[in-house]
């Protein structure tokens, strides 16, 4: 099974909006609703932003939302602040019923 | 409030096996799916495997030949072992729970760094 493929790196302003893609195929991030996102802060474990595409877990800031069309997953973050800078990650469960991650997208919050 | 830990040693010798347990507190192992995933220092996240509290385990293809994946109910615990390591293997290891899998990886434990080297 190959990565899911998200840009390496975005930046924002604070205030504004970006959003993160994630591409797969029609055995994961196209076959299923399976797909959540993660946040990780240096020499912090991942924490759950986003699952089944597009919930969000309590605590989670409604800032964040996650949509998809096709084999492309998507993660907006709206209202940038500092806090938000961090590495994010998707994941989808795939047709082997095994999951697959996304390379990790870096965001810079300038 | 679920809360997983890692433990296990932090210096493995090449071609030797690396074997870790994730020790769950705060509420019962059973009912839920139970993962490892992996991330080498500086890089990305890498699911390795996961095993369901009953037993049935799925593993990554890539990983398979070298990975045994169990869980013990009775002491609230499941386990990781990866034969033949290789320095390629040095990573932070780190356990978490699923119940459905729309629902994502939910809670992590906090990880512990695994060193291959002699």
């Known amino acids: 099974q190959s990565a899911l493929t998200q840009p390496a790196s975005v930046s924002g302003s604070p205030g504004q909006s970006i959003t993160i893609s994630c591409t797969g195929t029609?055995?994961?991030?196209?076959?299923?609703?399976?797909v959540s996102w993660y946040q990780q802060h240096p020499g912090k474990a991942p924490r759950l932003f986003i699952y089944d595409v597009s919930n969000r877990p309590s605590g989670v800031s409604n800032r964040f939302s996650g949509s998809k069309s096709g084999n492309t997953a998507s993660l907006t973050i709206s209202g940038l602040q500092a806090e938000d800078e961090a590495d994010y990650y998707c994941?989808?469960?795939?047709?082997?019923?095994?999951?697959?991650f996304g390379g990790g997208t870096k965001l810079t919050v300038l | 409030q679920v809360q997983l830990q890692e433990s296990g040693p932090g210096l493995v010798k090449p071609s030797e096996t690396l074997s870790l347990t994730c020790t769950v507190s705060?509420?019962?192992?059973?009912?839920?799916?139970w993962t490892w995933i992996r991330q080498s220092p500086g890089k990305g996240l890498e699911w390795i495997g996961y095993?369901?509290?009953?037993?049935?385990?799925y593993y990554n293809p890539s990983l398979r030949s070298r990975i045994t994946i169990s869980v013990d109910t009775s002491k609230n615990q499941f386990s990781l072992k990866l034969r033949s390591v290789t320095a390629a293997d040095t990573a932070f290891y780190y356990c978490?729970?699923?119940?459905?899998?729309?629902?994502?990886?939910?809670?992590w434990g906090p990880g512990t760094l695994v060193t291959v080297s002699s």
């Open positions: 029609s055995s994961d991030v196209g076959g299923y609703n399976y």
């Open positions: 095993i369901y509290y009953a037993g049935g385990t």
């Open positions: 994941t989808s469960f795939t047709s082997g019923s095994t999951w697959v």
């Open positions: 705060g509420g019962s192992i059973s009912r839920y799916y």
């Open positions: 978490a729970r699923f119940l459905h899998p729309e629902e994502g990886f939910d809670p």
